[in-house]
């Protein structure tokens, strides 16, 4: 075998090692891309899927707060109207015509009569007129009348601020199912 013989052998194991190493560098970085391509992919749907989740989490939150804030906004209405109902009651009753206010508080005289001796009775001036035989005071309420006995230490509130606050403690429930069902 002459040299040119063993340079061209040399020169042919060179190039088919060299094609050999190539094809596998080739096959080698395929396989990386594929890997990183996959790892991408999973990393990618992680990433939606924990942003879908952040999202479904938020949108949850947002809804509840904002039912919240409308159930605040309709307790608040609903206070409102019953406020008006009672407002609009005690004008009916400031209002009342001086026949229907004197039956009114004969009757609270009586009631105030069986639960204390009454010596002691403060009203409004339009009130106290219909009061005779009592000791009789004005004073700054919208009707009805405040009871004592003889030694003030026994005093009996009819007044009708009282008488409406107490109803609408007592009524309250009552009153909201008949205004809002």
Same mark, same amino acid.
């Given at each position: 075998?002459?040299?040119?013989?063993?340079?061209?052998?040399?020169?042919?194991?060179?190039? +088919?090692? !060299?094609?050999?190493?190539?094809? +596998?560098?080739?096959?080698?970085?395929?396989?990386?891309?594929?890997?990183?391509?996959?790892?991408? +992919?999973?990393?990618?749907?992680?990433?939606?899927?924990?942003?879908?989740?952040?999202?479904?989490?938020?949108?949850?939150?947002?809804?509840?707060?904002?039912?919240?804030?409308?159930?605040?906004?309709?307790?608040?209405?609903?206070? +409102?109207?019953?406020?008006?109902?009672?407002? !609009?009651?005690?004008?009916?009753?400031?209002?009342?015509?001086?026949?229907?206010?004197?039956?009114?508080?004969?009757?609270?005289?009586?009631?105030?009569?069986?639960?204390?001796?009454?010596?002691?009775?403060?009203?409004?001036?339009?009130?106290?007129?219909?009061?005779?035989?009592?000791?009789?005071?004005?004073?700054?309420?919208?009707?009805?009348?405040?009871?004592?006995?003889?030694?003030?230490?026994?005093?009996?509130?009819?007044?009708?601020?009282?008488?409406? !606050?107490?109803?609408?403690?007592?009524?309250?429930?009552?009153?909201?199912?008949?205004?809002?069902?």
């Amino acid at each position: 075998m002459g040299l040119e013989a063993v340079k061209e052998e040399i020169i042919r194991n060179a190039k +088919e090692q !060299e094609t050999a190493l190539i094809a +596998e560098a080739r096959k080698e970085a395929n396989r990386i891309v594929r890997e990183t391509e996959k790892k991408i +992919e999973e990393i990618r749907e992680k990433s939606e899927a924990d942003t879908k989740k952040m999202l479904d989490t938020i949108k949850r939150q947002e809804i509840a707060s904002a039912e919240l804030e409308s159930k605040k906004m309709a307790l608040e209405a609903k206070k +409102e109207a019953i406020g008006n109902v009672f407002s !609009e009651a005690k004008k009916k009753l400031e209002g009342m015509d001086d026949k229907k206010r004197e039956l009114c508080i004969k009757h609270l005289i009586e009631k105030t009569k069986k639960e204390i001796e009454v010596a002691n009775i403060y009203c409004n001036k339009r009130d106290a007129k219909f009061l005779k035989g009592f000791n009789v005071q004005a004073i700054d309420i919208a009707g009805g009348l405040i009871a004592e006995n003889k030694e003030k230490t026994i005093r009996v509130d009819y007044s009708f601020e009282i008488l409406l !606050e107490s109803i609408k403690e007592t009524e309250l429930q009552s009153a909201s199912k008949i205004l809002f069902g």
